[in-house]
């Protein structure tokens, strides 16, 4: 059995966001989002952080405009090469909130499309060519 305690569902997403610790900022990556959290990568090297609490600088793709919101870090992961964040927005204006959640349900419906659209190019394999000996 496992232990899903996530509140809201995620979706998969690839931009740059601006995380700044400390008034430092830090270029992340993003892999997932949910409108009410944000999960980021970035390469490990040492840092100190005296808070939990962060801004981020976010700007979607196709948006016109950046989004500014505070949150907590409530999870870390690190391995050799990157140091995970898991971030709750704390805060966040309201025309912010509803762009992201818009944002996240047209992301949602374009992923769902390609997965089901029968016209969509196939996946290429390209696989080594020996040399015949």
Request: hydrophobic share 35%.
């Amino acid at each position: 059995m496992t232990d899903n305690r996530r509140r809201s569902q995620r979706t998969p997403v690839g931009f740059y966001v601006e995380q700044f610790i400390d008034d430092a900022p830090h270029r992340c990556f993003t892999t997932d989002m949910s409108s009410i959290g944000i999960y980021l990568e970035r390469l490990a090297e040492p840092f100190q952080r005296n808070s939990n609490l962060v801004q981020l600088q976010i700007g979607l793709p196709g948006g016109a405009e950046t989004i500014w919101a505070s949150g907590e870090i409530v999870y870390d992961r690190l391995d050799p090469l990157f140091h995970g964040t898991a971030i709750q927005f704390r805060g966040m204006a309201r025309r912010d909130q509803r762009q992201v959640r818009e944002w996240l349900r047209e992301s949602h419906k374009q992923e769902r499309f390609a997965q089901s659209n029968p016209f969509r190019a196939p996946v290429q394999v390209h696989r080594p060519v020996h040399a015949a000996a």
